[in-house]
């Protein structure tokens, strides 16, 4: 269960980019900068928006393996460090 969780975690960030690249609603957010910044060919800030958007998708993935480690812990296989 908590596999899952992680999992769609990460997911749900990518999700969540590619639906404000492509419905602009509200305020901008990751999704509509990086879609500015190329549409306006700058690549500086261009990849640094794609930087913190995998860093949040990693941060987010990590917080639920965390997540899952302390709820399960020592008592399956997966939760075992080796």
């Known amino acids: 269960m908590f596999t899952g969780l992680r ?6 960030v990518i999700g969540a980019i590619v639906g404000d690249f492509f419905f602009r ?3 901008p957010g990751i999704g509509s900068l990086i ?18 958007s995998s ?11 965390l997540l899952a480690h302390l709820v399960v812990g ?3 296989d997966s939760g075992r460090r080796s």
């Open 7 to 12: 999992i769609s975690a990460g997911l749900s």
């Open 25 to 27: 609603e509200g305020r």
């Open 35 to 52: 879609d500015d910044y190329t549409r306006g060919l700058e690549s500086a800030p261009l990849f640094a928006a794609i930087i913190v």
């Open 55 to 65: 860093l949040f998708g990693l941060a987010v993935f990590w917080v639920f393996g």
């Open 74 to 76: 020592d008592w399956h």
